[in-house]
């Protein structure tokens, strides 16, 4: 039974951020000239080597080789998932968790993966989702995950007595000071609103078993969440009666159910753009819990050297924005699915035309573009943002960075 104590410690977190204003505006890289075949649309399931990594562990268990592979249960055929009760009482939580049935290493007893993928016969879920760091200002990538609802898992549990909250991690080098975890409430995790994903557990990636750097063989997948939620290498799930969240990002004051933001990222652009040319402009938009009504810009000339301008300032709330243009959804999924992957199947997908319900998909990306006009010479800066269906401009209505990074972001070029 793993320590309750070494269960909730946490682990140091680098968080990125440029902080020009109250709320920053985030300056993009650059490239030194601008051609339009340059900008040519993002893949949108990015190759599972292209994924921004940001692994954590000393040594990162993707590094591990050979015997230690195996010894830590990284290999398809050592993997196995502990799901226990977790005996904590205290002077707010009463009773213990309870479960019919656990399942446990050292009973021989934990689940290994043709298990997981026998559940998946009867409720296998494939879904297109992207993935992102609360506390780095761009997507890391997009990809089609496939495995268990989590709550078919648990299912295998039977009777449950006293369980509020669901705690999991990964494999962490066997070092208690190492371990990245998560949690959700009971509810979370056994329910969804209609049309939503549920919270599952992946073990293929773009069609293929997911590599180890990828979190592989299994990795949680929570579709409304960032990053940290969505844990790699995952081995050990704990219901618990404990109504605390332990999320190693809860510890270093991030919001541990902050769900993913809408939010338009831009894409490298070019530092100057000649006279008498368009400027091709291009980048992502996460489609998240409120989802995207449109894409919209805005270009303002300044004087050369100046200061950004103000976020929310009286320039800025003066803005006049102009939509963007957002790729359109593909007319013919089966070119960009993984070959045998039948859109008719995979959730945020009707299921009789093959269509996506919305576009971008829930908790997607897609990509956006712009053609400017030709402008005269002078320098510039170009913002971009979503507006949600609620209506709320980017980075409104969860303006708080620690709840997510989405500020607006900003790039100046020269027009020479």
Known sequence: MPNRRRFIRSTGLAATAVACSPLPVQATGQTDSLQPTELASKPLLTPAGAFRDVSRGNPKPHTLMGKALEDAGLTPNTWRLEILADPFTDELVREAARVEKDYRLESGTALDLPALMKIAVHHGVGYLKAVQCLNIQEPLGQGLWEGVPLRNVIGQCGRLRNVRRIYFYGFHNHDPDQRFQSSLSYSQAMETAPGDPPVFLAYRLNGEPIPLERGGPVRMIVPWGYGFK?????????????????????????????????????????????????????????????????????????????????????????????????????????SVLPKGIDPLKLAGFDAVTGRAKSWPLRYGMANWYVRLPKLAAGTYEFRVRTVDLNGFAQPEPRAMLKAGKNAVEVHRFEVL
């Open 230 to 334: 969505s844990i790699k290498w995952l081995q050990c799930i704990q219901l618990t009666n404990d109504f605390r969240a332990n999320d190693t990002y809860a510890r270093q004051n991030n919001d541990p159910d902050s769900p993913m933001k809408s939010a338009a990222y831009l894409d490298k652009l070019p530092a100057q753009v000649k006279v008498g040319q368009h400027a091709f402009l291009s980048g992502q938009v996460i489609s998240g819990f409120s989802g995207v009504e449109r894409v919209e810009y805005w270009l303002h000339r300044v004087e050369q050297g100046a200061a950004p301008v103000e976020y929310d300032g009286p320039v800025y709330r003066s803005a006049t924005w102009i939509p963007c243009k957002i790729e359109s959804e593909p007319s013919d999924w089966e």
